[in-house]
């Protein structure tokens, strides 16, 4: 979508009144805006890149050369989604010490590590944002609120996990990341992001976390969201295993955004509710 379209939408925006969301993924980028006063204002814009010859100055430029992101903003949102992180309950961390629970988990980088903590699972997330990113987002945009795309999710997902008596398995599968989500009986029992090359990859990732948490073929289940023909691909496939495959259901208050955030990973939607 071009950015000029946003400007069909109305006859002046005012970007102020709007928030700005920006999305970190391997090998390049995307960000949506949206005014939570206007319906059908959510606007989304994927920019990816070839992860091997992403540079620092590619990734800057790539910023730079966006107009609408050179104006002000209500607020501004920084989502990482990323496989560099690690998970600690609420009751063993420390932190003083959240460095330690990062470098002993995580292969050590040049990055910023950052810690938040989700109330609705009880424990923490600790991950990793490249340095020389972080340094120029901090430099361009002002008072950001950042996030780990599995946050969002795991917070958003652990309510719906509630819901009946069967235990859960959330799936996200976007731009070669898989994201997988489980609970047993309310409470988050797994969480893990993976890079795959071949679709067959994530029905191999997701039939051996199932069995390993022995979940049951009949009882149990699991929903997807993903790019829609890969959704329903994918649903095909793991239905020869799994009796109660869905797609993840959006919520209904989204569509008050608008058909693009159909086009958004679902992580984007829960923070402009």
């Known amino acids: 979508m071009d950015i000029s379209s946003l400007y069909d939408k109305a006859e002046c925006v005012d970007t102020k009144e709007y928030s700005l969301s920006i999305r970190l993924m391997p090998g390049g980028?995307?960000?949506?805006?949206?005014?939570?006063?206007?319906?059908?204002?959510?606007?989304?814009?994927?920019?990816k890149g070839n992860d091997a010859l992403y540079s620092l100055m590619d990734f800057e430029n790539s910023i730079i050369a966006e107009d609408i992101l050179c104006d002000e903003y209500n607020d501004i949102n920084l989502i990482v989604a990323s496989d560099r992180f690690t998970l600690v309950p609420a009751e063993l961390f420390d932190e003083n010490e959240f460095l330690k629970f990062y470098e002993f988990n995580i292969e050590s980088r040049d990055e910023e590590v950052v810690y938040k903590y989700m109330p609705g699972n009880d424990c923490y997330i600790i991950f990793g944002i490249d340095t020389d990113k972080y340094l120029f987002l901090k430099r361009t945009f002002s008072d950001l609120n950042i996030y780990h795309h599995l946050e969002i999710l795991g917070e958003y997902f652990v309510s719906k996990s509630r819901m009946g008596n069967s235990e859960k398995m959330y799936c996200q599968v976007r731009y070669g990341m898989l994201d997988i989500i489980c609970y047993k009986k309310g409470k988050l029992c797994?969480?893990?992001?993976?890079?795959?090359?071949?679709?067959?990859?994530?029905?191999?990732?997701?039939?051996?976390?199932?069995?390993?948490?022995?979940?049951d073929q009949y009882k149990d289940s699991l929903q997807i969201i993903s790019d829609g023909e890969i959704t329903s691909s994918l649903i095909n496939t793991l239905k020869e295993y799994i009796s109660l495959v869905t797609p993840v259901v959006f919520p209904s208050e989204a569509f008050n955004l608008g058909k693009q955030c159909l086009n958004a990973p679902f992580d984007i939607i829960p923070i402009y509710k």
Do not use: A, C, E, Q
């Open 29 to 47: 980028f995307s960000f949506s805006i949206h005014n939570k006063l206007v319906d059908n204002s959510f606007v989304y814009f994927d920019r």
């Open 190 to 215: 797994f969480m893990n992001s993976f890079r795959y090359k071949h679709i067959d990859d994530v029905t191999y990732f997701v039939m051996n976390i199932w069995k390993t948490l022995g979940y």
